[in-house]
């Protein structure tokens, strides 16, 4: 397989294991964790080929992202006891899934339209979505609403990878770099407790309030 495919199924793979450990925390059962692990894994490039145009989308095409997500689900459903901490363990294959993913959905994005903007946009909804997904089905804290760097993250990575691309570097390379920015932030704010300043003027008032 080619460089791309292994960042494509890898990232897959990845979001699939936080889906079935978003299941094991909520204690479903086996299907369950199959469902968790296939919306999670497929669901940023669903969104991705979609906003793209690119239907049947991807795993339509090749059914083996499929059982990739299964398989991963089956995995999880019989070691997640053994983890002790299965929600540090998911935000840190969630942030591994994303520095594949963000790289992944601005090749195709980039391959799709050729622009570079639509590559960064794609990349970063690539490697966003799923995660989102993942929390809304588990009734969780969405990892948007999380006060450490995400959406950045997946931006960094994406755009890494464009300029490298546009300039020239070879594939591996700029996708190196793009895997690795979007890691190094995502990883920096995980561990170090990065932010961004917040929004501190006066709350928005309730809608009863306005009427």
Known sequence: MSLLSYLDYAGV?????T?????????L???????????TGVGGGTVRDIVLGRTPVFWVLNPNYILVCCAVGALVFFTAHLVESRYRLLIWLDAIGLSAYCVMGAVKGLAATGSPTIAIVT???TASF??????????EPSVLLRPEIYITAALSGAAV???????????????????????????????????????KRR????????M
């Open 161 to 199: 990878f464009t300029l490298a691309n546009e300039l020239g570097a070879p594939l591996y390379l700029a996708s190196l770099a793009g895997v690795l920015a979007a890691f190094i932030i995502r990883g920096g704010a995980l561990y170090f407790g990065w932010t961004f300043p917040t929004y």
């Open 203 to 210: 709350p928005g008032r309730h809608p009863d309030e306005v």
């Open 29 to 39: 059962d086996m299907i369950g964790f199959l469902f968790f692990a296939v919306a």
């Open 130 to 139: 799923g995660g989102v997904l993942r929390d809304l089905l588990a009734n």
């Open 123 to 125: 990349g970063t909804l």
């Open 13 to 17: 793979a990845l979001f699939a294991a």
């Open 19 to 27: 889906g079935a450990l978003a299941a094991s925390r909520k204690q």
